[in-house]
């Protein structure tokens, strides 16, 4: 009898597996599809070809000529995840081609209804989001070479050349870096669970190295995105029609609904693991700022929300670590809040210099190019005034710190 009642006792483990993330991979979608079967061809012409279409302005005749395709043919999460890519970068070009002139109100049905079919299978918004352009889009030139920028490549591309494929590969190595760190979450949890404080002690060492390590990556950004190109050209392709005065009433999805829709953009804010770390770290952002962090909830895969609310339901790190006479487990857990603001001061200075910097330069250097877009010139391409909300998710994250022990 005692046995059985020990056994009852034994907490039950937080595990990765039952939220569909990979122990190797994290969020990323690992070993992506690159191609659907000959019945989606006209998609896979269509979104292989979008930089020459866009510039061309060829892309809104190809769609409208598009046939309607059923999204029934499709088999597994993975041909779904590849459908989901190739429509939302197709949606994203056929609405910016001209820039912020005659940008359409309707998207045709036949984009539109296998476009919001797929979503709803995927528990996605019908809109580009961060785990498309970023999670579900690299290859390996060499498949038995490293995850390395220069051994990768993106399965669709939109305008923007080299500096479009550098901003997304070095976004998805930020993304790699954090896979030890989501790993240490689980040995974090866990750690508490069982009231391990040398277990907890190690999975903190390893959450802050993870941290730096992505920091390190995201430095990366410099070396393969020209500032220029980023604000003149890729920006308006990850912008949506949710708090962009270019757009401001949203668009029709035509054959969904007859009343505009309204979605957001790309933003760094869609990735899980800032969410994540924050909910373990006990990490409170302003009412404004959780609003906005919260909402981007709603464009991540249902199994990465679900995996930010167990964390949430989970003992509190935080209050564990308050609960403790360790000192090195006070160090470790403040060790791990300074280096999450040190990552998020590396964003703001990267997104000082692809805005600010950016829109100089292509002021400077671009006179061949259409007029950069003005619509969100301060705003991120969520629709967010970037750099308040940036300055105050880092400076909320510094408030976590706790008073040393002793």
């Not at 045709?108 to 918004?125: D, K, Q, T, W």
């Not at 909910?279 to 464009?299: A, D, I, N, Q, W």
């Not at 929300?305 to 670590?321: D, G, V, W, Y």
Request: aromatic content about 8%.
């Amino acid at each position: 009898m005692e046995t059985q009642n020990m056994n009852l006792k034994k907490p039950v483990l937080f595990t990765l597996g039952k939220f569909c993330i990979s122990e190797d991979y994290g969020f990323i979608l690992p070993d992506p599809l690159q191609e659907l079967s000959h019945y989606y061809m006209p998609w896979m012409e269509i979104a292989s070809n979008l930089p020459f279409m866009i510039e061309s302005h060829e892309l809104r005749v190809r769609v409208d000529a598009m046939p309607l395709l059923s999204c029934h043919f499709l088999k597994g999460h993975r041909e779904q995840y590849l459908a989901h890519l190739l429509l939302s970068c197709i949606t994203m070009g056929y609405v910016w081609q001209e820039g912020e002139k005659h940008i359409p109100k309707v998207l045709p049905r036949n984009l539109s209804l296998p476009f919001v079919e797929i979503s709803r299978a995927l528990g996605l918004p019908p809109i580009l989001v961060h785990s498309d352009l970023v999670l579900a889009n690299w290859k390996k030139k060499d498949p038995d070479g490293p995850l390395e920028i220069r051994n990768l490549d993106t399965i669709v591309s939109l305008p923007g050349g080299e500096s479009l494929k550098g901003f997304v590969l070095v976004t998805l190595l930020v993304e790699k870096a954090a896979v030890p760190g989501i790993k240490a979450l689980v040995k974090t949890i866990n750690a508490i669970l069982q009231s391990n404080e040398d277990a907890l002690l190690q999975a903190l060492q390893q959450l802050r190295t993870s941290i730096d390590e992505m920091a390190k990556a995201l430095r990366q950004m410099h070396d393969y995105v020209d500032p220029a190109i980023f604000y003149a050209v890729i920006r308006i392709f990850l912008s949506g029609w949710q708090d962009n005065p270019a757009i401001p009433d949203g668009l029709i999805y035509e054959g969904v609904s007859d009343e505009p829709l309204k979605y957001s953009g790309g933003s760094a804010a869609q990735s899980t693991v800032f969410h994540a770390f924050d909910e373990l770290l006990g990490v409170c952002h302003s009412k404004e700022s959780t609003t906005f962090l919260h909402r981007m909830r709603e464009y991540m895969p249902p199994s990465h929300r679900a995996f930010i609310e167990e964390i949430h339901s989970a003992p509190s790190l935080k209050k564990f670590i308050l609960s403790s006479r360790s000192c090195l487990l006070h160090e470790a857990y403040n060790q791990c809040v300074k280096a999450l603001a040190e990552l998020r001061s590396h964003h703001i200075n990267i997104v000082a210099k692809y805005l600010l910097t950016g829109a100089a330069k292509a002021k400077d250097q671009l006179d061949h190019l259409a007029r950069p877009p003005q619509a969100l010139a301060e705003k991120g391409t969520g629709g967010t005034a970037v750099f308040s909300f940036l300055k105050s998710v880092r400076n909320t994250t510094l408030e976590g710190i706790i008073d040393q022990c002793g």
